[in-house]
């Protein structure tokens, strides 16, 4: 099993209109985002059929119909971020990370605090091998949501790894400990090997003149 959070589940790509999820068994429904006024205001009332049709065409496995549909949305209705968060994780899914950060880019500029488009951000960073790139972004998940689990675990993965921290390692696997109990991960296991690096640094640091 890796232990990297590659792949969003498949309802996080169900994601409402606003860009932000939490689990559950299929797509939500909020409002959307607050963004700034444009020039010709798009309603909420018209995008929601056309984001519905996309979701649809997931529910069918219609994957290239539904890129295509969300690309359209993400193009036409920049000013939410859902349509474009959907498509930056439709695409991650399908093996394009290029198209999916184009897509994630703009999610995050329309709401800042999309915490799963920023978690994905940090993925496809950390698969291109940009590993500071992907440290900032997961840390912006959490500016976004202190409780994004999925970004504790990859922030943990990234410092035990990449970026070698283990008392920051330690802290992001205890969080997510708590944010997800039931998780069969071994991630205690994990924990108790880090200790085990930490320990030592301490004792010959106390038994130094």
């Known amino acids: 099993m890796t232990r990297w959070i590659d792949r969003p589940p498949l309802w996080l790509i169900g994601l409402l209109?606003?860009?932000?999820?939490?689990?559950?068994?299929?797509?939500?429904?909020t409002s959307p985002a607050t963004a700034p006024p444009v020039a010709e205001p798009v309603r909420r009332e018209d995008l929601l059929p056309a984001f519905e049709s996309a979701l649809a065409l997931l529910d069918a496995r219609r994957f290239d119909d539904a890129e295509q549909a969300f690309a359209g949305l993400c193009e036409t209705h920049s000013r939410y971020s859902g349509p474009c968060t959907n498509l930056g994780m439709l695409r991650a899914q399908r093996g394009d990370?290029?198209?999916a950060l184009r897509a994630l880019e703009r999610a995050v500029q329309a709401r800042p605090d999309n915490a799963p488009a920023w978690n994905l951000i940090g993925v496809l960073h950390r698969q291109g091998g940009a590993m500071e790139a992907a440290e900032r972004a997961y840390q912006r998940a959490l500016e976004a949501d202190p409780r994004h689990a999925p970004a504790h675990l990859n922030l943990a993965l990234l410092y035990e790894r990449h970026r070698p921290q283990p008392k920051a390692a330690i802290a992001h696997y205890r969080a997510w400990q708590r944010l997800m109990p039931e998780d069969p991960l071994p991630v205690t296991a994990w924990i108790r090997a880090l200790e085990s690096q930490v320990v030592p640094d301490v004792a010959v640091a106390r038994s130094a003149p």
Not at 17 to 29: E, F, H, Q, Y
């Open 17 to 29: 209109l606003g860009g932000c999820a939490s689990p559950a068994t299929g797509p939500l429904r």
């Open 97 to 99: 990370p290029e198209g």
